[in-house]
T-cell receptor
Framework: GQNIDQPTEMTATEGAIVQINCTYQTSGFNGLFWYQQHAGEAPTFLSY??LDGLEEKGRFSSFLSRSKGYSYLLLKELQMKDSASYLC??????????WGAGTKLIIKP | ETGVTQTPRHLVMGMTNKKSLKCEQH?????MYWYKQSAKKPLELMFV???????ENNSVPSRFSPECPNSSHLFLHLHTLQPEDSALYLCASSQDLGPTGELFFGEGSRLTVL
């Protein structure tokens, strides 16, 4: 079966750096997405990786290793507003999105 | 404002009630989706519409009935639901089917079935 694994919950300190990991086992691969979802709000797109390597976008970076079935989202200079759930999703060979259960990130002062 | 609007935001219904969820997108997208989001579980794709034609039904029970009158509007009709159907129902849209681009989500309708 297809599976996406990511930690259920993480805690980090304001101003610090945190890395949220995502491992996947899917039928084919056509890209990996990261979404952010604040409590009670819509998930919003953060990043899309289809090639190996690091994509940087401001304080957020996303890394992909297709050979390892692995990605991470790196958040730098953490702010209180970064407290949210982070969803990892993989587009499989049929262009179906396979979702992880999300990682709830708690930022402490 | 994400460009996708869902109403109502909250809904409480009994197991014998009939209600509907509404979704409207103002983005000119061609594909629309219904997802179910339960606590600590992955998003579950329920239905997919492309150019208002249903292209996918992920073995969803018949007590959930979708309707897509045009490319901008999507409904989810609910009847004789079960308590385990309590969840956040998210509507999303994308420019085209089989998104290689991003999905745009609404804020969801929080459903509680008593």
């Amino acid at each position: 079966g297809q599976n996406i694994d990511q930690p259920t919950e993480m805690t980090a300190t304001e101003g610090a750096i945190v890395q949220i990991n995502c491992t996947y086992q899917t039928s084919g691969f056509n890209g990996l997405f990261w979404y952010q979802q604040h409590a009670g709000e819509a998930p919003t797109f953060l990043s899309y990786n289809v090639l190996d390597g690091l994509e940087e976008k401001g304080r957020f970076s996303s890394f992909l290793s297709r050979s390892k079935g692995y990605s991470y989202l790196l958040l730098k200079e953490l702010q209180m507003k970064d407290s949210a759930s982070y969803l990892c999703a993989v587009l499989d060979s049929n262009y179906q999105l396979i979702w992880g259960a999300g990682t709830k990130l708690i930022i402490k002062p | 404002e994400t460009g996708v609007t869902q109403t109502p935001r909250h809904l409480v219904m009994g197991m014998t009630n009939k209600k509907s969820l509404k979704c409207e997108q103002h983005l000119g997208h061609n594909a629309m989706y219904w997802y179910k989001q339960s606590a600590k579980k992955p998003l579950e794709l329920m239905f997919v519409y492309n150019f208002k034609e249903q292209t996918e039904n992920n073995s969803v029970p018949s007590r959930f009935s979708p309707e897509c009158p045009n490319s901008s509007h999507l409904f989810l009709h609910l009847h004789t639901l079960q308590p385990e159907d309590s969840a956040l129902y998210l509507c999303a849209s994308s420019q085209d089917l089989g998104p290689t681009g991003e999905l745009f989500f609404g804020e969801g309708s929080r459903l509680t079935v008593l």
